[in-house]
């Protein structure tokens, strides 16, 4: 894709075919993720991933999702999950004031990465950090950050212009994502 196409379509998908992801993209999405930037260089973050339909469903257990719409509108049903979840984790030894940046940053080439495969995602924070630790295995220097869904969706999300600061996203009739964007006139200053 041409990168403001892959930009402006890599939004937050929140249902999924249940098609399983090819490793070899999955091993692509990590290596984006790894060439992140990172603060002084420390490289901060490790990844665990989870694909397994069983691990899956345990750390989709818990997760909550679209915290802005009601849970019957928000939350994937049955037979729309993801199929793939990344944890992004905070090696404690490496941690600095920057780390979110450093998690961002990669969280960034990850979701863009599996977009250029047409694999859409939905980046959690919303989610039981203890007890996906405890799921991934988590030592007491390792801290989960975020995790990642991933699958290919099975519906489309679009951007439109923002009236005024309404930036509420919403389904529309086909429960397609509808997410309104500041205008760039209204987001930047010149000098």
Same mark, same amino acid.
């Given at each position: 894709? *041409?990168?403001?196409?892959?930009?402006?379509?890599? +939004?937050?998908? +929140?249902?999924?075919?249940?098609?399983?992801?090819?490793?070899?993209?999955?091993?692509?999405?990590?290596?984006?993720?790894?060439?992140?930037?990172?603060?002084?260089?420390?490289?901060?973050? =490790?990844?665990?991933?989870?694909?397994?339909?069983?691990? &899956?469903?345990? &750390?989709?257990?818990?997760?909550?999702?679209?915290?802005?719409?009601?849970?019957?509108?928000?939350?994937?049903?049955?037979?729309?999950?993801?199929?793939?979840?990344?944890?992004?984790?905070?090696?404690?030894?490496? &941690?600095?004031?920057?780390?979110?940046?450093?998690?961002?940053?990669?969280?960034?080439?990850?979701?863009?990465?599996?977009?250029?495969?047409?694999?859409?995602?939905?980046?959690?924070?919303?989610?039981?950090? =203890?007890?996906?630790? *405890?799921?991934?295995?988590?030592?007491?220097?390792?801290?989960?950050?975020?995790?990642?869904?991933?699958?290919?969706?099975?519906?489309?999300?679009?951007?439109?212009?923002?009236?005024?600061?309404?930036? =509420?996203?919403?389904?529309?009739?086909?429960?397609?994502? &509808?997410?309104?964007?500041?205008?760039?006139?209204?987001?930047?200053?010149?000098?």
């Amino acid at each position: 894709m *041409e990168l403001i196409e892959l930009l402006k379509t890599r +939004r937050t998908y +929140r249902r999924f075919k249940q098609e399983p992801i090819a490793d070899a993209c999955i091993d692509e999405m990590l290596t984006a993720a790894r060439y992140a930037s990172s603060a002084m260089n420390k490289q901060p973050l =490790q990844y665990v991933v989870v694909k397994t339909p069983q691990k &899956v469903k345990e &750390v989709f257990s818990h997760t909550k999702w679209a915290g802005s719409l009601p849970p019957e509108q928000g939350q994937p049903k049955a037979g729309e999950e993801p199929v793939l979840f990344i944890g992004i984790v905070e090696n404690m030894d490496l &941690v600095s004031a920057y780390t979110d940046t450093d998690a961002g940053l990669a969280i960034s080439n990850l979701t863009l990465a599996a977009w250029n495969h047409g694999i859409g995602s939905c980046i959690i924070g919303a989610c039981n950090k =203890q007890k996906l630790g *405890e799921l991934f295995g988590l030592g007491e220097k390792q801290k989960l950050h975020t995790v990642v869904a991933f699958g290919y969706p099975s519906h489309t999300s679009r951007i439109i212009d923002a009236e005024g600061d309404n930036t =509420q996203y919403f389904l529309d009739e086909n429960r397609d994502y &509808v997410v309104p964007k500041r205008k760039t006139k209204d987001v930047v200053t010149y000098l």
